[in-house]
């Protein structure tokens, strides 16, 4: 059994008290840290900026972990945010939550356009703009060297990285560009 979580024994429900907060320090939510606010994610796409219909388009989101030091409830605090989550807005209606902001194609030895936990595969071409929220945990100390948990999660945004999709075909040669300047593609 976790802390938190309830546990059943022959119909009867045991829920776990939760762990108590240090006298004199008062129980704070994300709402209260509205005055503290996270660094926005880093977002990026492969290939940078384009994609191609009906193949995937990676996007990787960079969060880290961070303190911030301010005044709260009229005390000295130190604010700690921890990335939890990540919700990635591919911009077509598409949203996918991830416990990962994602990973490029190298270092994931991969080639590109093929599929990652993060990436996506556009169905029509156009300019599509992606956005990516992290939703951050967070814990305070009032100066007294321990950590206490932060009810709620805080978010940050970036926005604003436009995609333009292209529809590509194929056609079958015998011959390649290099030996023949005028066929089909070339």
Known sequence: MTAGTPEEFDDILVCPATPPIAPGIPAV???????????????SGEPEGVGVVGMPA???AGAAAQTLTGTLFGRAVAVRFTPASYVFDYGDGTQLRSSSGGTSWSDLGQAQFTATSTSHA????????????????????F???????????????????????????????????AENPAGPGC
Do not use: M
Request: overall charge negative; proline content about 5%; aromatic content about 10%.
């Open 122 to 141: 556009y169905a029509q071409r156009g300019t599509y703009i992606v956005s990516v929220t992290t939703d951050y945990t967070a814990e305070v100390d």
């Open 29 to 43: 939510t994300a709402r209260d840290l509205a005055s503290f606010a996270p660094a926005r994610p880093a977002l």
């Open 143 to 177: 100066g007294l060297g321990a950590w206490h948990p932060v009810t709620g999660v805080v978010s940050s945004t970036t926005g604003g990285y436009p995609v333009q999709i292209y529809e590509v075909r194929t056609a079958l040669v015998d011959k390649t560009c």
């Open 58 to 60: 990676n996007f990787v």
